[in-house]
């Protein structure tokens, strides 16, 4: 019986260790400065953005009109939107120990600018930011795009 | 009559579908700016249709749908690109600003230099109101991964005491270690070498 409970424990563990929503998402950057209506959706919710909150892996970032908004990510990329925009962050690795590097983006209207940060440095085959028009390779590292 | 009908409903299916096509045209430029540092990087731009490289400063192309060729580059004066992208630009952040602190062999004990650099990272803390500040503990490969793994946690651990005992809030502190894995310099195992015994504080 007491066997029985312990192969019964040692499954639930497993369960647990191997159930990717229970697992720590880390935030991958956050918020540095913003202007006006800027809405950060993941998933199903979205909140009104403000300084200093955390952006994870599948958000998507959209601004209003007069708005901009200002983001630091983990690698030190910094990017900002300005009014009417929109970006799909769909992938971020940087894991440089594990080289574990990759930066998708996918940019669906508006405007940004960019200085690409550690894992453009790295790994520059891993940076791809899409427009619906174009796919854009970064050999460095400061640019601006607009999508109208 | 009946292949009239037929033909102008043809022609009226066309004309919304071209109009849909026309409104439905996106156009995206891409604007190359030299770096902070004033180097001037390199961008690829592909579609379906080619591909074109820009790296001038203030250099830009045009592409107008997945299968037109990107347009060939040309320089936009600087009162254009400030007239049109000075907004957005102005609320680019400021990069992260990195710290490398070094410590004396097998120990916890930040080097002289190292303890004068702490003033430097209090200040920058200071100017950029920072909220997120890692602390990432290094060692050379001297000793075993187990013992560095260790040595590399209590010199991160330190360092975020440092900043906590001059006021930094332990909130905004994310210390970590990498032990060995993570030299600056590639060394064999086993080697003594004081750049690689560091922590580095990276200020965001």
Request: aromatic share 6%; hydrophobic share 40%; glycine share 8%.
């Given at each position: 019986m007491?066997?029985f409970?312990?192969?019964?424990?040692?499954?639930?563990f497993?369960?647990?260790?191997?159930?990717?929503?229970?697992a720590k998402?880390?935030?991958?950057?956050?918020?540095?400065?913003?202007q006006g209506?800027?809405?950060i959706?993941?998933?199903?919710?979205s909140?009104?953005?403000?300084p200093?909150?955390?952006?994870?892996?599948?958000d998507?970032?959209r601004t209003?009109?007069?708005?901009?908004?200002?983001?630091?990510?983990?690698?030190?990329?910094?990017?900002?939107l300005?009014?009417?925009?929109?970006?799909?962050?769909?992938?971020?690795?940087?894991?440089?120990?594990?080289?574990?590097?990759?930066?998708?983006?996918?940019?669906?209207?508006?405007?940004?600018?960019?200085?690409?940060?550690?894992?453009a440095?790295l790994?520059?085959?891993?940076?791809?930011l899409?427009?619906?028009?174009?796919?854009l390779?970064?050999r460095g590292?400061?640019?601006?795009?607009?999508?109208? | 009559?009946?292949?009239?009908?037929?033909l102008?409903?043809?022609?009226?299916?066309?004309?919304?579908?071209t109009?849909l096509?026309?409104?439905?045209c996106?156009?995206?430029?891409?604007v190359?700016?030299p770096?902070?540092?004033?180097?001037v990087?390199?961008?690829?731009?592909?579609?379906?249709?080619?591909?074109v490289?820009?790296?001038?400063?203030?250099?830009a192309?045009?592409v107008?749908?997945?299968?037109?060729?990107?347009?060939?580059?040309?320089i936009?004066?600087e009162?254009?690109?400030?007239?049109?992208?000075?907004?957005?630009?102005?609320?680019?952040?400021?990069?992260?600003?990195h710290?490398?602190l070094?410590?004396?062999?097998?120990?916890?004990?930040?080097?002289?230099?190292?303890?004068?650099?702490?003033?430097?990272?209090?200040?920058t803390?200071n100017?950029?109101?920072?909220q997120?500040i890692?602390?990432v503990?290094?060692?050379?490969?001297?000793?075993?991964?187990?013992?560095?793994?260790?040595l590399?946690?209590?010199?991160?651990?330190?360092?975020?005491?440092?900043?906590?005992g001059k006021?930094?809030?332990k909130l905004?502190?994310?210390?970590?270690?990498?032990?060995?894995?993570?030299?600056?310099?590639?060394?064999?195992?086993?080697?003594?070498?004081?750049?690689?015994?560091?922590?580095?504080?990276?200020?965001?």
């Amino acid at each position: 019986m007491m066997k029985f409970f312990s192969v019964l424990s040692l499954i639930f563990f497993m369960f647990i260790a191997a159930n990717p929503c229970l697992a720590k998402i880390e935030s991958i950057g956050f918020i540095d400065n913003v202007q006006g209506e800027v809405l950060i959706i993941s998933g199903e919710t979205s909140v009104q953005g403000v300084p200093n909150m955390k952006i994870l892996p599948g958000d998507l970032i959209r601004t209003g009109s007069n708005s901009s908004v200002g983001l630091i990510m983990e690698d030190d990329t910094v990017l900002s939107l300005g009014p009417k925009s929109e970006i799909e962050i769909q992938e971020f690795l940087f894991d440089p120990a594990e080289r574990n590097l990759s930066f998708v983006a996918k940019m669906i209207r508006g405007t940004f600018s960019f200085i690409t940060g550690q894992i453009a440095k790295l790994a520059p085959r891993k940076v791809k930011l899409e427009t619906p028009d174009a796919t854009l390779a970064v050999r460095g590292t400061k640019f601006v795009v607009e999508i109208d | 009559m009946e292949r009239l009908r037929i033909l102008r409903y043809l022609a009226l299916i066309f004309l919304v579908v071209t109009g849909l096509n026309l409104t439905g045209c996106a156009k995206t430029t891409v604007v190359l700016l030299p770096d902070p540092d004033g180097k001037v990087g390199k961008l690829n731009i592909s579609n379906e249709a080619g591909s074109v490289d820009i790296d001038k400063a203030g250099e830009a192309t045009t592409v107008r749908g997945k299968q037109s060729l990107p347009s060939k580059p040309e320089i936009l004066p600087e009162e254009q690109i400030a007239a049109k992208y000075g907004e957005v630009l102005a609320n680019l952040p400021e990069q992260p600003v990195h710290f490398i602190l070094y410590f004396k062999s097998g120990s916890t004990t930040l080097t002289p230099e190292s303890v004068s650099k702490i003033p430097e990272i209090l200040k920058t803390i200071n100017q950029r109101q920072s909220q997120s500040i890692s602390v990432v503990g290094h060692t050379d490969t001297a000793g075993n991964r187990q013992y560095n793994l260790r040595l590399s946690k209590q010199r991160a651990d330190v360092v975020g005491k440092i900043l906590m005992g001059k006021g930094i809030k332990k909130l905004y502190i994310k210390t970590t270690s990498h032990g060995e894995e993570n030299p600056l310099i590639k060394t064999a195992d086993n080697v003594n070498e004081p750049r690689n015994r560091r922590v580095e504080v990276i200020v965001r």
